[in-house]
């Protein structure tokens, strides 16, 4: 499996800036897909945005236009930059990857805060 490493999370006013980074163990060149998600205690875990292998994304309704996932693969790091930040973008930030040969992980997490 590769690890991941998240950070970058913090506290924020609304209408601030975040860029949070997932730094992987291995390369990442070859992962079929590569994501964020949040979560906010006692609810389910949400994808918030994803980058599949032909470097393609998506997003979730409510972060499109203030959110980019980007990757670097010369640095092995998955990224979200987090743009006018609302208070309802307060969760726990998750990466997961997934690869071939049933790479499948997650990283453990970064806490954003955003005061209104």
């Known amino acids: 499996q590769v690890q991941l490493v998240e950070s970058g999370g913090g506290l924020v006013q609304a209408g601030g800036s975040l860029r949070l980074s997932c730094a992987a163990s291995g390369s990442i060149f070859s992962m079929l897909l590569m994501a964020w998600y949040r979560q906010v205690p006692g609810e389910q875990r949400d994808l918030v945005a994803r980058m599949i292998v032909d470097g393609s994304t998506n997003y979730a309704d409510s972060v499109k236009g203030r959110f980019t996932i980007s990757r670097d693969n010369t640095k092995n790091t998955v990224y979200l930059q987090m743009n006018n930040l609302k208070p309802e973008d307060t969760a726990v930030y998750y990466c997961?990857?997934?690869?071939?040969?049933?790479?499948?992980?997650w990283g453990q997490g970064t806490q954003v805060t955003v005061s209104s």
């Open positions: 997961n990857v997934i690869g071939t040969r049933g790479i499948n992980s």
